[in-house]
């Protein structure tokens, strides 16, 4: 045995004691957090985990849809209403895509009507491509080459309220209703707190004039 000398041995051991527990609480409160990192990422892992299963419930009820037979009959005639829409002059299907050629557009804004022009709506049914609708002005772009005030400049819209519903009901092939909801698009503006357009309507020319008079008897009816 080592002969030390009990005063220094008393200062020995006690250094030795404080060195061999100090990595032991370095390690306590490394454990510590390594364990609360662990937690968060589990929750993140199950919330993960809860969108992923509502997205697979999502995607099992289109398949079903998809596996129901079509009525053939119904969508031909489905398609021969559409033939008939009044702001609808030709209907033309290139590969997945349905363009729809329109009447010259018009849209009331304040006691005006502005003609903003015809249209070609292309309506993609191909879930790869990064777009679902696209609007051309076959007659006049305003601001700097924007089809409508709020359309961009490559023919991509601004859908606003409608960004959710219209890839759904192209994504359940309700094409008839798609076309619908891109024409009323189309035919709508809005310029206030809930939406601004990419341009003022102002750019495109007036086509007529709504008395004030006229104006509030078509809103009461």
């Not at 080592?2 to 220094?8: L, M, N, Q, S, T």
């Not at 609007?135 to 606003?160: A, I, W, Y």
């Not at 209703?177 to 503006?189: D, E, G, K, L, M």
Request: proline share 5%.
């Amino acid at each position: 045995m080592v002969a030390i000398p009990a005063e220094r041995l008393a200062i020995l051991k006690k250094n030795y004691v404080a060195l061999c527990c100090a990595p032991r609480v370095q390690a306590i409160k490394s454990a510590s957090g390594q364990i609360s990192d662990y937690d968060a990422r589990i929750a993140n892992y199950q919330r993960a985990l809860i969108t992923q299963i509502r997205e697979k419930e999502f995607k099992i009820l289109e398949l079903e849809m998809l596996k129901k037979p079509v009525d053939m009959h119904s969508k031909e005639i489905e398609f021969d209403k559409l033939l008939t829409h009044p702001d609808i002059e030709n209907i033309a299907v290139d590969g997945s895509n349905i363009l729809v050629y329109t009447v010259p557009i018009e849209i009331e804004h304040r006691h005006k009507v502005y003609d903003i022009g015809k249209f070609c709506i292309t309506l993609s049914s191909n879930a790869n491509n990064n777009w679902i609708v696209l609007f051309k002005n076959l007659t006049r772009t305003e601001g700097d080459g924007r089809p409508h005030p709020h359309v961009n400049s490559d023919g991509r819209p601004c859908l606003g309220n409608i960004n959710e519903c219209l890839p759904s009901i192209i994504g359940a092939h309700q094409y008839a209703a798609a076309i619908s909801v891109a024409i009323q698009y189309i035919r709508s503006y809005t310029n206030n707190d809930e939406g601004k357009p990419y341009v003022d309507i102002e750019y495109w020319p007036v086509k007529k004039r709504v008395p004030v008079s006229e104006k509030i008897d078509a809103d009461r009816l």
